[in-house]
């Protein structure tokens, strides 16, 4: 299937746009990926009152399936064949977004969308750190 180039990324904003009005008018709740992760690995103090984490998860990987079936074309992006690299870096985005209260779906999609005063200096203060990694990593680093 050949799709404008455009109509994925349009497809894919429409959508998470879509899921985060909805997670908030139908449970008044922020549709913030990390804080969903995280509420789902707190054993603890886990109930049946977060199977909504559960389905919101689910709702995610199945996009990806849908999406794949719909279109025919496969989901496989790039991977840095940096395997300790990758973990590092998935590691320090958990710390930041613990750190920031937050990641940058509950920021930069929901707490925008709100006008968030402290979402709107959280999401200033990723973009200048991804342009900072960017410039560091493509022109500071040999």
């Known amino acids: 299937m050949n799709l404008p180039v455009f ?7 429409l959508l998470i ?10 449970l008044g709740r922020i549709a913030g990926i990390s804080g969903i992760a995280f509420g789902l690995m707190d054993r603890p103090n886990w109930n049946v009152a977060n199977l909504w984490r559960v389905g919101f998860v689910l709702g995610m990987v199945a996009a990806g399936w849908v999406w794949t079936q719909w279109t025919g074309l496969p989901m496989q992006p790039e991977r ?5 690299l990758l973990i590092v870096a998935g590691l320090l985005v958990g710390f930041g977004t ?4 937050g990641c940058t779906s509950g920021h930069g999609v929901c707490g925008l969308g709100r006008l968030s ?6 999401v200033a203060t990723f973009m200048l750190a991804a342009g900072l990694t960017v410039f560091v990593v493509r022109h500071a680093l040999p």
């Open 7 to 13: 109509l994925p990324p349009l497809a894919g904003g």
């Open 117 to 122: 005063l402290r979402s709107l200096a959280a």
């Open 80 to 84: 840095a064949g940096n395997v300790p």
């Open 98 to 101: 613990s750190l920031g209260s």
């Open 17 to 26: 746009g879509a899921a985060s009005v909805l997670l908030l008018i139908g």
